[in-house]
């Protein structure tokens, strides 16, 4: 699989400000963010991701 071009240019963006081992190595996207009961992001409800970009519930 290909990089899609929003990653792409996130990766440039991200490369203009930050050293290369600052600048993640893959991105996952995920249609929404599992969300607690007071708004903050549920950390224990998030997926597992591999290294290579999968994810695992």
């Known amino acids: ?10 990766k440039r963006s991200l490369a203009d400000h930050l050293t ?5 190595e893959f991105f996952v996207t995920m249609p929404s963010l599992p969300m607690t009961p007071n708004g903050k992001v549920d950390r ?11 994810l695992y519930a």
């Open 1 to 10: 699989m290909g990089v899609n071009l929003f990653q792409y240019k996130t």
């Open 20 to 24: 290369s081992f600052m600048i993640p």
């Open 44 to 54: 224990r409800a998030l997926p597992i991701v591999r290294k290579e970009g999968r």
